[in-house]
């Protein structure tokens, strides 16, 4: 049974990504833990891969950092092992469906279930093709997160129909990475969603700031933020625990400022 439904049990859920094996598997367990304690409700962990198109310069290098330390798909899962050897918190693959592919979808989702991985993210996997792993996926326990895009228009209402976890709304046209400020009307791209689901609705894609941070969390069930925490990552490397608390601590509570 995936733990996602608990992410967004205590206001507006604090999401926040990292690529595995960046800048080491050791520090990737560390900094899982740390962003937990400092307020993360559910974690999103980045399977390392060599075409990451849909991923800004900042990802994309977290992906070339990671597997110039040759991490493995066996990697990620030994560091969901360790991790849940410490805590129950939700936690989310964000992977391209390549490396997916060859690791064999039964053997893959059959490790998430004996591991505790609630979900799975993938970009470049259309919603027309979503069947080729719902199904397997499932099965485990393991929710496919849907994705909606400000460019899906008619296909949005048919898109979250049959979502499962959380669906993910993409807030701004273009790859990842960290924006001065969010353009898109995100209110009528929520309104339409909510005609056909209940479903958490979490917003990502550029946001990076408390200010943005306290935006989102006033229309959606959830925050989350990728880039700007794996900059915080490039930048203090092995020591990045301490800036990573008090970064997630900050944005935690900017998303859950209307609350108080």
Known sequence: MSKIPDAFKNGTAFIGFLT???PTVDKTVEYILAMEEAG???IEIGI???DPMAEGVVIQDANVR???HNTTTDDVFDIVRRVREKTDIPLVFLTY???VFFY????FFERCAELGIDGIISPDLPYEE???IADIALSNGVDVISLIAPTSKQRIQKIASD????IYVVSSLGVTGMRSEIKTDLNAILSDIREVTDLPLAVGFGINTPEQASNIGKIAEGVIVGSAIVKIIEQYGEDAAEPLREYVSAMKKASNEYNF
């Open 66 to 68: 990671a597997l110039k």
């Open 40 to 42: 993360c409700d559910l």
């Open 97 to 99: 469906i390549n490396p």
């Open 130 to 132: 979503k069947g080729e």
């Open 48 to 50: 390392p891969f060599s």
């Open 104 to 107: 064999g979808y039964e053997k």
């Open 20 to 22: 595995a094996g960046d």
């Open 163 to 166: 979502a499962t976890g959380f």
